[in-house]
């Protein structure tokens, strides 16, 4: 059943996006067969997890099949002279492994091994599709949403002092150090996730059977919901709203890449000012405001912090040094959000608020909707609902008061931490000692 419904999602939305003339995420899934991939770690990382159902032997197989293939198509075009200048010249034995894999699962197993291996391979496809769903999605918002809310939150951003204005004033002047390694943890995600995963998921070949509960679950439901936030909430961040895009990284010989709206794409245009981040926004009764047909609305609420947050979480259950790397990612990523320009302040709110919301439901949901569970589920998509409602009908009155509305907002989200801390540490009872059973002096140590 959920095989299904995500293959109709799927269809749905490359039938979307060839309405408006881009390819969808089927199209430049199936096109990454052949052709350099986008990343080609991504596709390492889909087969790390593909592997996680397979024996230490088959491992290793499946790993030195992908680099081979990789090597070999990489002489190929080296033969043909194709040079790669849109992406990783690796990456495709990874999904060609994958693929072989689910093949093995179908004309070589049966029965309950069968559907193990093809839940592996469905994991890393997961994965990789989740990315390429995302990128389709955000073409389709950048088409379906030609006026932007930015200026409303950024008026109701003065309510936590414009945070992103500081922070990109402090990563501008950190030079390339510092933005070199913020951008590294900023586009990596996928791979911090991979990494607490694969230790959520380190038994699965002795046990045969996955566990009940994962990181993978809840970075695939936010991947899903967060999307439809912005089809509701259109807005692109302050480094494109109040700035000259990504040129203000280039002034300074940093950014790698070319513009994210490609060719086409002219940054100076669209934006209110060239503000952010020397100068604070004015505040002023804000307005719907038009933009280019190229840059993402992603910002409300912000994945990145969502995802970061779920990494965070899933991560206290590992030992120490997994940890300290959770606690590590999530704030390099909120710096990154932030310094970036890619971020309001109040995004960041709303994405913590997102992820505490659905960790909640889906921990609720493994555990028979208990009422602890679903209770804060509610409150917690109450709130969420009351953010997005606040930053659009009372940026004004934010901005005016802010020693009181900034207050209220960090209480909402210090509210929303101590009810799922609170809801989790109820519904997870400690194990206790049978009172029929002798108690061994070694369970006293």
Known sequence: MAGATALGFLLALE?????????????????????????????????TLTMTVLTW???FLALAAAIGIDLAVVAVRWALGVQVTDGHPFGNGALW????????????????????????????????????????????????????LDQYVATADHALGDPSWLVGRIVTATGPVGFNLLDIVYGQLAV????VALYQLRNVADERA???????RTFLVIGLLGPAIY??????????????????????????ETPVGGAGHAPGHWEVADLWPRTMPPVDPPQH???????????????????????????????RLLRYAGAFWLVATLTATLGFGYHYGVDLIAGAVFTLTIEAALRSYDRGWDRPGLRFAAYGAALFTALLVSYRWLPLEMARYPWVSGPLLLLALSSAVYGYVRTQRRTTPEPLLSPRQPVRPEALR
């Open 231 to 256: 089809m509701v909430f259109p807005v692109v961040g302050p480094v494109f709203a109040y700035g000259t895009g990504v040129e203000h990284w280039a002034s300074v010989s940093l950014w790698p």
């Open 192 to 195: 911090a996730a991979v990494v």
């Open 15 to 47: 039938i979307t996006a060839r309405h408006y003339g881009l390819p969808g995420p089927l199209t430049n899934q199936a096109r990454e067969v052949v052709f350099a991939p986008k990343s080609g770690f991504l596709l390492y990382a889909g087969l």
């Open 57 to 59: 032997r088959q491992r």
């Open 210 to 216: 996955f566990p009940r509960h994962h990181l993978v």
């Open 97 to 148: 492994v994958i693929l072989g894999t689910a093949v093995v699962a179908v004309t070589r197993r049966t029965g309950p091994e069968r559907v193990l291996l093809l839940k592996g391979v469905g994991l890393g496809l997961l994965l990789v599709t989740g990315r390429k769903t995302g990128d389709t999605w955000l073409l389709v918002t950048s088409r379906t949403r030609p006026t932007v």
């Open 289 to 319: 405001m038009p933009f280019d047909t190229f840059t993402p609305r992603n910002c409300m609420p912000s994945l990145h912090t969502a995802w970061a947050v779920a990494i965070f979480i899933h991560s206290r259950s590992g030992p």
